[in-house]
């Protein structure tokens, strides 16, 4: 009988700990599996997340005259009805034309989707820039047309992670054998790189790389950014949405 009883206790308290690491895990992700949402960015690119699937979409009249979440130039603009034409264009909610300028990322998400609020800055020591031109065999002494870093603690664990983000693409004063752009993260003592661009230069290659937003999509207490890189003249614009995992830098999904 003693036997039985502790053979039952058993039961229940596995019964019990499973219910407990369901409500932990299993009930967030659940939920994860019902997140919807559009991400736009500019007026060439309509990502959706559904059911954590990504699809990049080609047609937008679906996605006309919906609210959305909207920041110009990585600033909270407001939230507005959009509509595309050759571009998109802002309503509010008496459907009177809402002036934007700048640089477009607009969100619909049936939940919460976090966004940083990321700010430019100067890199004031080359070492790591240096260092990465030099593992690419790339000269150090260079016109850069684009430089600066972005620095914040993006996966939440406590320590300033740095995105620097150089290239001389389309240089005005200089003619340079090797045309290239490089976006990389550094932690710590780490460098991971997140995008390299290198070739020959034909005067009208290459792109300038920037981000375009830090967003967490999927809810897991992590940032997500958008990656843009604008190619020459009406060339466009690529983009990409990159995650970390694993310790390497890879893109979910982009515009090309």
Known sequence: M????????????????????????????LKKEGLDATIIVDKDTVWTYSERSWIRQTSFNEYNWKKYDVYMNNE????????????????????????????????NANYDVPVYNFQKNEIDNYYQVNKVLEDNKLPTDVEYTVNHKVEFDYDGDGEIEEFYVVSNAFPIESNPKKIFSLVFMVKGDNVYPIYTNISNNTGFNGCRPYFS??????????????????????????????????????ILISNN
């Not at 407001?78 to 034309?97: E, H, I, M, P, R």
């Open 2 to 29: 003693k036997s039985k009883k502790v053979y039952i206790v058993l039961i229940v308290l596995m019964v019990i700990f499973f219910l407990i690491m369901f409500l932990i895990f299993g009930l967030d992700e």
């Open 76 to 107: 909270k603009a407001g939230n507005y009805y959009l509509w595309y034409s050759d571009k998109w264009y802002a309503f509010d909610d008496k459907k009177n034309a809402v002036m934007l300028d700048g640089d477009l990322l607009a969100i």
């Open 213 to 250: 937003g830090f967003i967490d999509v999927d809810k897991d207490n992590k940032y997500e950014f958008i990656l843009s890189c604008a190619e020459y003249s009406v060339s466009g614009v690529s983009r990409m949405l990159y995650d970390f995992d694993n310790n390497k830098f890879k």
